[in-house]
Nanobody, 116 residues
């Protein structure tokens, strides 16, 4: 069983920045990949945002490429999502996911609201 706890969300003005954290209950260096997803109000599916593998390879959705950066601190068992140049369309509940094959574990989600 893996517990994931997100933090760092909140309200920010357009153009602002936030950094989300995802603290894992196990050593993240053993996790194949960790990712960030988001779900906006009224949307039925979660949207993939970014992924970082155990080797440090990263991938981003086109909608956030160049604005968001995913990183990891193995010593703290924590993955981060640095979000810059935020737009109102980035408003959503953000979730952290860890793939520990064959199971996907999810955090409880954290709200990010971009509004003036």
């Amino acid at each position: 069983q893996v517990q994931l706890v997100e933090s760092g969300g909140g309200l920010v003005q357009p153009g602002g920045s936030l950094r989300l954290s995802c603290a894992a209950s196990i050593t993240i260096s053993s996790i194949y990949a960790m990712g960030w997803y988001r779900q906006a109000t009224g949307k039925q599916q979660r949207e993939w945002v970014a992924t970082i593998t155990r080797w440090g390879d990263t991938n981003y959705a086109d909608s956030v490429k160049g604005r968001f950066t995913v990183s990891r601190d193995n010593a703290k068992n924590t993955v981060y999502l640095q979000m810059n140049s935020l737009k109102p369309d980035d408003t959503a509940v953000y979730y952290c996911k860890a793939r520990v094959a064959p199971v996907d574990y999810w955090g409880q989600g954290i709200q990010v609201t971009v509004s003036s």
